[in-house]
C-alpha cells in the first residue's frame, strides 16, 4: 500500500509546484468525505463496504483490498486520483474535487454516511464519518431551521438485530443569543434551554451491532429567530435584539439495553418497523402509523 502511494504522490510532485492555489481545509475535508462516502455508494462493485479515510501528507485517501483501488484527494492540487483495478497501476486523475462535488450535487448523488439516516437531512448540515467517529456540523453557520436533537438518527434496517441502545449527550458547550430576562433576582431561563435541549435521550430498537459502538460528535448552530422573536417582544423584562441563535457542542454515545420501554428516554425509534414513540409524562405514545 505504500509504494503504491508513493508512486502516487511522486507523480504529482510537478504539477503541485505550479499550483498556487489556497482552499479551505475544512471545506476540502468534508467535501472528501462526501466524494468517498458518495463513491461507495455508487459504486459498490470498486469501492465495496464504509472504509476509513486515512491521511499520508498531502493525501486524504480510502483503499479497499477486496478491488485493490485507491480513491484520493490531494491536499495540494485538490484534484481526485483513482489508483488500481481498471485505473491501472498509474494513478489517474479524475478531475478537481470542487467539480466532482458539483457533478454528484446536480445528479442528486447519495452522500449519506453509513451510521446516519441522512436521506433528509436539513440544508446546512455536514455529516462526516471515519470509522466509529461521526461529526456533524454546520461549519460555524447558524441555519434557519427547527432544532431537531436527533441528528444521527439510525438507517432503515432490513432485519431485525434485537439490539436496544439508549443515546446519552455530555454537553461541552451551549449558549443561547439574542434573547434574554433581565428582571432582578429572576435567573435567565432561556441560558438553561441549550442544555436542556441538547440533553434529549433516544432509545433505538434493532440497531444494527456496529452502532453501539459509535461516538457522535456535533457542533451545530441554529437560527431561532422565527420561534421566538415574536412570542416575546414588547413583554417587559424579556429582551430580544435579533437574530436569537442557540450553539450546542456535544458528544453521544449509547448504552445497550434489554428494553427501551423500561427506559427514561424521551424518543424511542424501531429501526426495522420504522415506528416511533414519544414519552408523555411517563407513558410513551406512538405518534406514527
Known amino acids: 500500500m505504500q509504494q503504491h502511494m508513493k508512486r502516487l504522490i511522486l507523480s504529482v510532485c510537478t504539477f503541485t509546484l505550479f499550483s498556487s492555489i489556497n482552499f479551505v481545509s475544512a471545506d476540502m475535508t468534508s467535501d472528501t468525505e462526501r466524494l468517498f462516502n458518495w463513491a461507495e455508494s455508487t459504486y459498490p462493485q470498486f469501492f465495496p463496504g464504509h472504509q476509513t479515510t486515512q491521511s499520508i501528507?498531502?493525501?486524504l485517501y480510502r483503499y479497499y483490498a477486496d478491488t485493490g483501488i485507491y480513491t484520493g484527494v490531494n491536499k495540494n492540487d485538490v484534484g481526485v486520483y483513482l489508483l488500481g483495478g481498471p485505473w491501472g497501476n498509474n494513478p489517474a486523475f479524475i478531475d478537481s474535487l470542487s467539480n466532482v462535488i458539483a457533478l454528484i450535487q446536480n445528479s442528486g448523488g447519495n452522500t449519506s454516511i453509513p451510521a446516519c439516516n441522512t436521506k433528509n437531512t436539513i440544508d446546512g448540515l455536514v455529516f462526516t464519518q471515519n470509522g466509529n467517529i461521526v461529526n456533524i456540523t454546520t461549519n460555524g453557520q447558524c441555519i434557519s431551521v427547527t432544532p431537531n436533537s436527533n441528528l444521527c438518527e439510525a438507517p432503515q434496517q432490513t432485519t431485525a438485530s434485537g439490539i436496544s441502545l439508549l443515546t446519552k449527550n455530555t454537553v461541552i458547550s451551549s449558549e443561547i443569543?439574542?434573547?434574554?430576562?433581565?428582571?432582578?433576582?429572576?435567573?435567565?431561563?432561556?441560558?438553561?434551554?441549550?442544555?436542556?435541549?441538547?440533553?434529549?435521550?433516544?432509545?433505538?430498537?434493532?440497531?444494527?451491532?456496529?452502532?453501539?459502538?459509535?461516538?457522535?460528535?456535533?457542533?451545530?448552530?441554529?437560527?431561532?429567530?422565527?420561534?421566538?422573536?415574536?412570542?416575546?417582544?414588547?413583554?417587559?423584562?424579556?429582551?430580544?435584539?435579533?437574530?436569537?441563535?442557540?450553539?450546542?457542542?456535544?458528544?453521544?454515545?449509547?448504552?445497550?439495553?434489554?428494553?427501551?420501554?423500561?427506559?427514561?428516554?424521551?424518543?424511542?425509534?424501531?429501526?426495522?418497523?420504522g415506528e416511533l414513540w414519544s414519552n408523555q409524562e411517563g407513558t410513551f405514545v406512538k405518534i406514527n402509523d
Open 177 to 273: 443569543k439574542g434573547v434574554s430576562i433581565t428582571i432582578p433576582g429572576i435567573p435567565d431561563p432561556f441560558q438553561s434551554i441549550p442544555d436542556d435541549f441538547a440533553n434529549t435521550r433516544h432509545c433505538t430498537i434493532n440497531v444494527p451491532p456496529e452502532r453501539a459502538n459509535l461516538i457522535i460528535n456535533s457542533d451545530v448552530c441554529y437560527d431561532m429567530t422565527s420561534v421566538f422573536n415574536d412570542q416575546f417582544q414588547d413583554i417587559p423584562g424579556i429582551t430580544v435584539t435579533p437574530p436569537i441563535t442557540m450553539a450546542i457542542k456535544d458528544t453521544s454515545t449509547g448504552q445497550i439495553v434489554a428494553d427501551c420501554f423500561a427506559t427514561d428516554a424521551d424518543t424511542i425509534f424501531n429501526a426495522f418497523t
Open 57 to 59: 501528507e498531502p493525501w
